[in-house]
């Protein structure tokens, strides 16, 4: 077998879901690890934040549904991840330069990533408690949102770069 680039392989192969499905684990655990902390550090359970992702499906319940539902938030949360990593690699098998250079790329999407998060999503699901700045916390927030962003990129950007056995 013949050893291919991932830049010469088609964007759909299955190198490229793999690559994208580890980017998306790999943002989406960034997030989870901030997500934990923030709820320690605000004494709050580790179940609350996923519980709050569930609440996009079951709403209030949500927050009384125990394991079973930070299951579901947690689940979602990596599906979120994961579709946040399809969406760099479209935009990365256009623009290849995004490939060439994960650092800059990757921070610039995780700003992205959080003005999408906090100027439109969880205004939609939460509006009294959206949009806000919160000072230190909202630099964090950012600051997270751009650690997902180098994550995706970088495990893209080394899978663009690996050779795929074929």
């Given amino acids: ?17 793999r690559a994208v499905v580890l980017a998306g684990l790999a943002g989406g655990a960034v997030d989870f690890v901030y ?8 004494g709050r359970s580790l179940l609350r934040p996923w519980q709050g992702v569930a609440s996009g499906w079951i709403g209030k319940a949500a927050g ?10 947690v689940v979602t949360h990596f599906a979120i ?43 939609l699901r939460f509006p009294a408690r959206f949009p806000r700045w919160d000072g230190v916390q909202s630099l964090t927030d950012i600051a997270a949102h751009v650690g997902v962003g180098l994550a995706i990129a970088a495990v893209l950007s080394r899978s663009a770069r690996a050779p795929l056995n074929r």
């Fill in 81 to 123: 991840a994961t579709c946040m990593a399809a969406a760099f690699a479209l935009v990365a098998s256009r623009l290849r330069q995004l490939y060439a250079r994960p650092l800059a790329a990757g921070a610039v999407y995780g700003l992205v990533l959080y003005g999408v998060m906090y100027g439109l999503v969880l205004p």
């Fill in 1 to 17: 077998m013949a050893a291919v680039h991932a830049s010469e392989a088609s964007p759909a192969g299955q190198g490229s879901i």
């Fill in 64 to 73: 009384e549904g125990g394991l079973a539902t930070a299951a579901l938030g």
């Fill in 35 to 42: 997500a934990c902390g923030v709820a320690l550090v605000h």
